[in-house]
């Protein structure tokens, strides 16, 4: 029984040196991709190498190795973030009702040029905008991206579609309502 429980450990050692020497340096690129800090990515990197080991001794075995670190390695990465997080987001109204005044998407992302934290929490945050875009009914979605990220105006689409403008301004507005309640969460985790 203890010679199985020996061979069960050095077979965990084994499979975590495994992954360990075959994803450490690519793991470590994509850290350095989102985080300026050489020792913020050294210390990420080992964060994250301890949560495999962690996850092998409570008898989790990771079977997709290479895409669990860089899942663990994401998480990290934004835990990081969360806690640098830029003024600008901290600045944003503590509730989403509807009597707020609609921000452009662009008040609501971290700046582009903030430094490589901020540009990925950035596009995690368009991939969640994408998402909460997808679950929207078609008229909504398209109202809502042809006035809010192409720029055009009710009138002119009231023009090109031919649905009157207080219609387009409706489905505009159940779009907004739906993505405050959908964004909510991941708003709040950002402020966290």
Not at 99 to 116: N, W
Not at 122 to 130: A, C, G, T, V
Not at 149 to 169: D, P, W
Request: proline share 4%; hydrophobic share 45%; net charge negative.
């Amino acid at each position: 029984m203890k010679a199985l429980a020996i061979d069960m450990v050095r077979d965990q050692d084994r499979k975590i040196v495994e992954a360990v020497e075959r994803q450490r340096s690519r793991l470590r690129n994509f850290i350095r991709r989102n985080v300026a800090d050489r020792v913020e990515v050294e210390d990420i990197l080992q964060d994250v190498f301890l949560e495999l080991v962690e996850a092998y001794r409570v008898m989790k075995p990771v079977e997709q190795a290479g895409a669990w670190l860089f899942r663990v390695a994401r998480n990290k990465i934004i835990d990081r973030f969360r806690k640098k997080r830029p003024e600008r987001m901290a600045d944003l109204p503590p509730s989403f009702d509807e009597e707020v005044e609609i921000l452009s998407i662009e008040e609501f992302l971290p700046s582009k040029d903030a430094g490589p934290e901020a540009a990925y929490a950035r596009s995690l945050l368009l991939d969640e905008l994408e998402d909460a875009l997808d679950e929207l009914p078609e008229e909504q979605r398209e109202v809502f991206i042809a006035n809010e990220v192409e720029g055009h105006s009710f009138k002119e689409l009231s023009a090109a579609t031919g649905v009157s403008i207080n219609t387009l301004l409706s489905r505009k507005r159940y779009a907004v309502l739906h993505l405050r309640r959908r964004l909510l969460s991941v708003y709040e985790e950002f402020l966290s």
